[in-house]
């Protein structure tokens, strides 16, 4: 018989044997504290709210009342500064960077750890999917067992601490 466990997808998060006590970031390699583990979600709407707020400065300061300029230019922020350096102006308040995941997020998980790979920055073609997914705001809003964004995910990166 088929059990639920056996079709889950990964919206369904941690695997049923060693999930409740198994730490946030562990599937991915990532340590459970600390430098280089996931960012919680304090910190990481912070960063948002900071980069949104400088965005629609810049838009009132230098273009018209078009509502898409502050969207256009958080687009290109996050594309520039995510691909190149790992982090926002609001994430660098925050401590917190976006960083490369290898191998690449696939939507069904097996469960198993694995080695993150190099922190690397997401790279310009993660950092558009990234960010083309992030500026939808619905792909954002859904969180796998690991409290990754979609977007993250499947961009093959997640936002650790510093």
């Known amino acids: 018989m088929v059990e639920r466990e056996d079709v889950g997808s990964w919206l369904s998060g941690p695997p049923v044997g060693g999930g409740a006590g198994t730490p946030r970031g562990s599937r991915l390699g990532l340590p459970p504290t600390g430098r280089g583990s996931l960012a919680g979600m304090g910190r990481r709407i912070g960063a948002l709210i900071v980069d949104w707020l400088a965005c629609q400065a810049i838009a009132m300061a230098f273009f018209d009342d078009n509502p898409l300029v502050p969207l256009a230019i958080f687009a290109v922020e996050n594309i520039l500064l995510v691909g190149t350096i790992g982090a926002t102006l609001g994430h660098a308040i925050f401590g917190i960077r976006v960083r490369r995941l290898r191998p690449p ?3 069904i998980d097996t469960g198993e750890a694995h080695d993150p790979g190099p922190d690397l920055p997401a790279g310009p073609l993660r950092a558009v999917v990234r960010t083309v997914l992030l500026c939808l705001v619905i792909p954002a809003a ?7 964004g979609l977007h993250d995910r499947l961009a093959g990166t997640a936002i650790v601490r510093r």
Request: zero cysteines.
């Open 105 to 107: 997020a696939t939507l």
């Open 142 to 148: 859904v969180w796998d067992g690991d409290g990754r």
